[in-house]
């Protein structure tokens, strides 16, 4: 975070904090890239937070700005820790995923995306998506 406390990251390799458990590590994290805002993302991110391991993942947004992605505070209550990566312009998505990991603090980093059909599942061993 800038140490302006504007809130605002100087570049990709700064991330806004919201922290919201006392644990002391995310057991895994999860990357998200939204280009614009949180609405891109918001499907996705329920059906991440509907998993019995929500309070133990770090979840990484990795969007163009902290302050144009809209995050509704009161949705990510429930997981370890939210961070936003801001990178300006979205160049592509593996550069934007490439941002978030290295952010992520957890062991353990999962890619989400938004087009995967169905739900998706957490466990502590892997991520799978089923139709």
């Keep these: 975070m800038r ?3 504007t809130g605002k990251a100087d570049d990709p390799d700064e991330a806004v ?3 919201v458990s006392d644990q002391s590590s995310a057991e895994m994290s999860v990357v998200i890239v939204t280009p614009d805002h ?3 993302i918001r499907k996705t991110l329920r059906h991440i937070r509907a998993q019995n391991i929500r309070d133990r993942l770090e979840v990484v947004i990795v969007a163009p700005s902290a302050n144009g ?3 509704d505070e009161a949705e990510p209550r429930e997981f370890f820790q939210v961070r936003v990566v801001e990178v300006g312009a979205i160049r592509s998505i593996a550069w934007a995923n490439a941002a ?3 952010q992520a603090r957890a062991p ?3 890619l989400a995306e938004d087009h995967c059909p169905g739900s998706v599942r957490v466990t502590n061993r892997s991520k799978s ?3």
């Design 17 to 19: 904090e919201a922290p």
């Design 129 to 131: 998506c089923r139709p």
């Design 38 to 40: 949180y609405d891109t």
């Design 69 to 71: 992605l809209g995050l």
């Design 108 to 110: 353990i980093v999962i």
């Design 3 to 5: 140490s302006d406390e």
């Design 100 to 102: 978030g990991i290295r």
